[in-house]
Nanobody
Framework: HVQLVESGGGSVQAGGSLRLSCTASGYTASPACMAWFRQAPGKFREGIAHLERGGDEAYADSVKGRFTISKDNSKNTLYLHMNSLNSEDTAMYYC???????????????????WGQGTQVTVS
């Protein structure tokens, strides 16, 4: 049974930084496709950062150059390093993994079937 638990959200002033963590359990090997999504009230869930087992990364234009995705296999933890935060980054942030080894649809929510409960990020 796969479980993902996010942490690290909170309130931060514009221009500040946060690091989100997503600790995974129930895996015998690192998942092939991992990603961070976010959803603001009244908006669709947006894929913002993707990481493949082999190290390939992809980012949404809205966060490119400001956010970085990384992982620590020894801790079974996926990270999202967020810099230069602004009010438009306010949202609930979710990590997700895909059971499939096909990572073609990197930032599409329907490609992922394991989700965490989310952690709130508020930028003021």
């Amino acid at each position: 049974h796969v479980q993902l638990v996010e942490s690290g959200g909170g309130s931060v002033q514009a221009g500040g930084s946060l690091r989100l963590s997503c600790t995974a359990s129930g895996y015998t090997a690192s998942p092939a496709c991992m990603a961070w999504f976010r959803q603001a009230p009244g908006k669709f869930r947006e894929g913002i950062a993707h990481l493949e087992r082999g190290g390939d990364e992809a980012y949404a234009d809205s966060v490119k150059g400001r956010f970085t995705i990384s992982k620590d296999n020894s801790k079974n933890t996926l990270y999202l390093h967020m810099n230069s935060l602004n009010s438009e980054d306010t949202a609930m942030y979710y990590c997700a993994t895909a059971s499939s080894s096909d990572c073609t649809w990197k930032l599409v929510p329907s490609a992922y079937d394991n989700w965490g409960q989310g952690t709130q990020v508020t930028v003021s």
